[in-house]
């Protein structure tokens, strides 16, 4: 059985995105596909703000400054868990 995304989704696939989640995590990497419960994301950052001094956002306009810096492959996200998803491309760095 396949699952289609969301049309709002759709465009993001193969797109660098930053995925907060309800969560201290922050995942930064390409939205590969989107599922009924799961977001797969590749070359990810998995970054926990609850071990460091960094906010979310402040941890993502550096990721748009200095690059992603990924230290997972591939990676599984609840959806259930998702707060919000943006293209790298559109923080807005100030």
């Known amino acids: 059985m396949s699952y289609n995304p969301p049309g709002d989704l759709e465009p993001l696939i193969g797109v ?18 989107v599922g009924a419960d799961y977001l797969a994301l590749s070359g990810v950052d998995v970054h926990d703000t609850g071990d460091s001094k960094s906010t979310k956002e402040h ?5 748009k ?3 992603n810096r990924s230290n997972r492959s591939l990676t ?3 959806v259930a868990r998702v707060v919000s998803i943006s293209k790298l491309d559109d923080i807005v760095v100030f």
Do not use: C, W
């Open 16 to 33: 660098q995105v930053v995925v907060d989640t309800d969560s201290s995590y922050v995942y930064i990497g390409v939205l590969e596909s």
């Open 59 to 63: 941890y993502a306009h550096e990721a």
């Open 65 to 67: 400054k200095l690059g």
């Open 76 to 78: 599984y996200v609840r």
